[in-house]
């Protein structure tokens, strides 16, 4: 980026026109949304079949997750068996950042409770858990069978319980999770918004390779946050 990379200097009058244009667009997005979240209610739902998964409690089925819920949505976390802090997924950690207990608390408020799930033992990912110092209930589905397996994490998924009946409601993955990333939200509305070359910005914006950012000094950025002993 050269000094000169920046937007153009306007007219407090001219930037309000440009501002309103922008405005009417934006308003359209939303209502676009609304029209996607509309069409998501009405998706059918389909049965799990009976899954248990491993938590601070030793093996719990499926439904127990929901701890007296009716609606539980669950992140899976990509996990690399047996590798350092450092070396664990940092598009997975910073999902996770913003999953604090105030949040939860609110989806708690309309009946939904939220879990981390990963294909990790769960001596490993509860450790990495309360490394960096998150409260969010992990469990591990090493055991789980098919019923609960993803393309190795990153996956939303999203359920309903009848009882002691579950059935999947929703999924979503790539893009689709960045409803958990708030930086990318706050991102997108600065000048130079995510940085990332697929992005189309005028020439001369600062771009990186999508994600890149996510990771420094070897570790994923959140974790400097919690230490600042240097990565071997």
Sequence with gaps: MTE????????RDEWERARAELLV??????????????????????????????????SSPLHEVFEGRRML?????????????????????HSQTAMNSAVRAYLAERDVNYAVFSSGPWNEI??????????????????????????NGGDLRCYLRINEQVFQTYETKWRGIEAMLPTLQLLDLTPYGRQETWEDSPTGWPQDEAG????RDGRPVAQ?????AAVE
């Design 4 to 11: 000169s990379a920046t937007p153009r200097i306007v007219t």
């Design 126 to 151: 509860v450790a990495y858990r309360d490394f960096m110092g998150w409260t969010t209930a992990w469990y591990s589905t090493a055991n789980s069978g098919a019923a609960l397996a993803t393309r």
């Design 224 to 228: 400097w946050t919690r230490t600042d």
């Design 212 to 215: 890149s950012w996510w990771r």
């Design 25 to 58: 667009r934006e308003k359209a997005h939303t209502r676009a949304e609304d029209a996607l979240a509309a069409a998501r209610r009405r998706l059918p739902m389909t049965p799990m079949d009976p899954a248990t998964v491993i938590g601070p409690n030793g």
């Design 73 to 93: 949505i669950v992140y899976h976390f990509m996990w690399s068996k047996g590798a350092p802090h450092h070396k664990q997924c940092e598009g997975c950690t």
